[in-house]
């Protein structure tokens, strides 16, 4: 087997997990509370051990809560995490992405084109 053994899900976690899933799961229909591919109620709301998720959820929901992700995968996630330099927010880089959002890389671009201009008309 590989990844965590399997055990019990805490109550935070539970909470964590249902809170990830009706805030921020693309797939999760609020109002019949219902995962729209599989137009069925969704199984992560009713999950109570470590084991099998539903894939989109692990992909794509789940890498917001890095602490969730952490303890319910056992693999230190912290590792893929980046800070940026500019605002200090952590976050997931896609690629090898060095700041967190397209504002953060145009103020440091910005920022750099000046002190280019700079030294050339001091010269």
């Not at 894939?55 to 940026?84: M, N, W, Y």
Request: proline content about 7%; overall charge positive; aromatic content about 8%.
């Amino acid at each position: 087997m590989n990844g965590p053994p399997l055990r019990e899900l805490t109550r935070q976690e539970r909470a964590a997990i249902r809170r990830l899933v009706t805030d921020l799961c693309a797939n999760f229909d609020n109002q019949e509370k219902l995962c729209l591919p599989l137009d069925c109620p969704c199984y992560m709301l009713h999950k109570w051990w470590v084991g099998s998720f539903c894939r989109h959820f692990q992909k794509a929901v789940l890498p917001v809560d890095p602490a969730l992700e952490s303890a319910i995968t056992g693999e230190d996630t912290s590792l893929k995490q980046k800070t940026c330099p500019v605002c200090g927010k952590a976050y997931l880089p896609t690629t090898s992405q060095a700041y967190c959002s397209e504002s953060c890389r145009a103020f440091v671009r910005r920022k750099s084109e000046r002190e280019r201009k700079r030294r050339i008309r001091k010269n």
